[in-house]
């Protein structure tokens, strides 16, 4: 008589609805990454058929890609899109993909800026390589850091990397214009990225355009010791239309806050950052210079108005979530006051530190500052495209809603 065994049938269940689970290639790579489920609502029942590779050095830089990156590209519009600090770069791809399926001719790539390396061959079906991936502490990425494993590699590099990949252009046969976008922690990636690097540059030679989206960053890089005066941030929601007249030189009272300009938040210490400013050929100034006349897109969430963990802020009704709790959650603020609506992970991430906070006190409140920063600074010259959007909260999937980003992607 064959050994009774009911816990066989739940151990068997249990293994096939794990294989079930898991897509062709994810075993071994990081959760953030490996989640199939986050990209059914978009249609895509797996993503292993768009990883790709850029390669730097001995490393790579993971990657998802509509089009296939080893031939050039053909198709016009090139979305690249940056996600935030939860690593979700396959969430960012299959809402890219879904959300501008109604454009022509246009191509989505998401790379994956990690905080553990991921091996080729686990990233790449079919691929024995044991080639591993760039990396990085936490979201350095987002500051052009070095990559964890390869000291002279920066964030920066990497996407400069896949810049070059698309925009190659042989025979005159290339994409018309790529626009790099990002997020959040991938909106600070990019406004980082826009001032550091040399694509987009308004003279730039190159066939295909560069421009860049940035959307809903918790800090911005700002080019001097300015800094919107305290009239211009209080601690509260100030709605849509906000702007500010009145910035000054922040230096005579640094003491109360020495780091408020070091890099990511200013031009200080560029060089113990990465690499990549090592490097640069450009003066800081003229760098400045470029970024005002780049083709820069700003994207504010009109509800991304939270700041649940400062002391001293009056938090709007949409940041409160009756049957929801945050953490951390800090200076005896309410548990349900969150930076993030549902369904997104439950948080409270919007940087607070005393830098952070002369710059706003919520990310909303940040983006208008800065743009009223940008005027300043080029004392007037200067009028960035921005928009804001009614109902978003910190939330990057609302993007593709908004018109004004979608015919940036799309229209030259
Ligand atoms: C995704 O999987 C579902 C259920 O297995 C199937 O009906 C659907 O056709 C698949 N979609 C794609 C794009 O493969
Ligand atoms: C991508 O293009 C290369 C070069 O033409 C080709 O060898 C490869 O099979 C293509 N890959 C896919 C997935 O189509
Ligand atoms: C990487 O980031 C994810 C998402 O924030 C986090 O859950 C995970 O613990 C991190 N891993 C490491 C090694 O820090
Ligand atoms: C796509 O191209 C077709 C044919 O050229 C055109 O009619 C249509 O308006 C275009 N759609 C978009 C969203 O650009
Ligand atoms: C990958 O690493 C393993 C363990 O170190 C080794 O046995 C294997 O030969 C390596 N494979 C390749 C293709 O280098
Ligand atoms: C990671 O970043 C933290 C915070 O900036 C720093 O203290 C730490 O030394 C870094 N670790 C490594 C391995 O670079
Ligand atoms: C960093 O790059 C420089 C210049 O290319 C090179 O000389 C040096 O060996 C590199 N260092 C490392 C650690 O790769
Ligand atoms: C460029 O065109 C030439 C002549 O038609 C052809 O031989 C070559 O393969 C093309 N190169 C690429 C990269 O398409
Ligand atoms: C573009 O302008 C910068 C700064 O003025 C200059 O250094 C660079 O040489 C110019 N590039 C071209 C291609 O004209
Ligand atoms: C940063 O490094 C570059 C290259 O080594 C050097 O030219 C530049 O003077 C340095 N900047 C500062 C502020 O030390
Ligand atoms: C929280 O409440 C809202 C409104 O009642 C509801 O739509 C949502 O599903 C609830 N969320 C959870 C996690 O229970
Ligand atoms: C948190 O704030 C909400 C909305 O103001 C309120 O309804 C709730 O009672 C508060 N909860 C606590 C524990 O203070």
Redesign the pocket.
């Known amino acids: 008589m064959a050994p009774r065994c009911y816990q066989c049938w739940f151990v068997l269940l249990a293994a096939v609805l794990v294989l079930l689970a898991a897509e062709p290639g994810a075993v071994g790579l990081p959760a953030q990454v490996s989640d199939p489920t986050v990209c059914i609502a978009d249609g895509i029942n797996s993503t292993a058929q768009y990883r790709h590779t850029v390669r730097l050095g001995r490393y790579f830089l993971p990657i998802y890609t509509t089009v296939n990156l080893s031939?050039?590209v053909t198709v016009d519009n090139i979305l690249i899109i940056q996600h935030g600090a939860g690593g979700e770069a396959n969430n960012f791809f299959c809402d890219a993909v879904a959300g501008t399926s109604s454009l022509n001719s246009t191509a989505v790539i998401a790379p994956y800026f990690g905080n553990e390396t991921v091996l080729q061959k686990d990233w790449l079906v079919g691929s024995a390589s044991n080639r591993t991936s760039l990396f990085w502490n936490a979201t350095r990425w987002n500051q052009g850091a070095a990559s964890l494993n390869a000291p002279n590699i920066s964030s920066f590099d990497a996407l400069d990397a896949l810049l070059h990949l698309v925009t190659r252009c042989?025979?005159r046969?290339c994409a018309k214009q790529v626009t790099v976008a990002g997020f959040s922690a991938g909106g600070q990636t990019v406004q980082r990225y826009a001032w550091a690097s040399s694509y987009g540059a308004a003279n730039s030679t190159r066939r295909v355009q560069v421009k860049f989206v940035v959307s809903d960053p918790g800090t911005y890089l700002y080019f001097d010791t300015q800094r919107p005066k305290s009239s211009c941030r209080p601690r509260q929601d100030t709605g849509p239309s906000w702007s500010c007249s009145s910035f000054g030189d922040y230096m005579p009272f640094a003491s109360a806050c020495p780091a408020f300009n070091d890099y990511k938040l200013g031009l200080n210490n560029l060089n113990t950052s990465s690499p990549y400013f090592t490097r640069l050929v450009g003066s800081p100034a003229a760098m400045s210079a470029a970024y005002l006349a780049k083709n820069i897109l700003y994207v504010l969430g009109e509800a991304d108005v939270c700041n649940c963990l400062s002391s001293g802020v009056t938090n709007p009704a949409v940041c409160f979530r009756a049957n929801q709790s945050c953490s951390p959650v800090g200076n005896g603020n309410n548990a349900s006051c969150c930076d993030m609506p549902a369904p997104q992970p439950i948080n409270a991430m919007v940087d607070i530190a005393c830098g952070d906070m002369l710059q706003g006190s919520n990310r909303l409140q940040r983006g208008l500052l800065f743009m009223s920063y940008l005027k300043t600074f080029s004392n007037g010259s200067a009028s960035p495209q921005f928009t804001t959007v009614p109902g978003m909260g910190h939330d990057a999937s609302k993007l593709y809603s908004v018109q004004k980003f979608l015919n940036f992607v799309s229209s030259l």
């Open positions: 031939k050039p042989p025979n046969t």
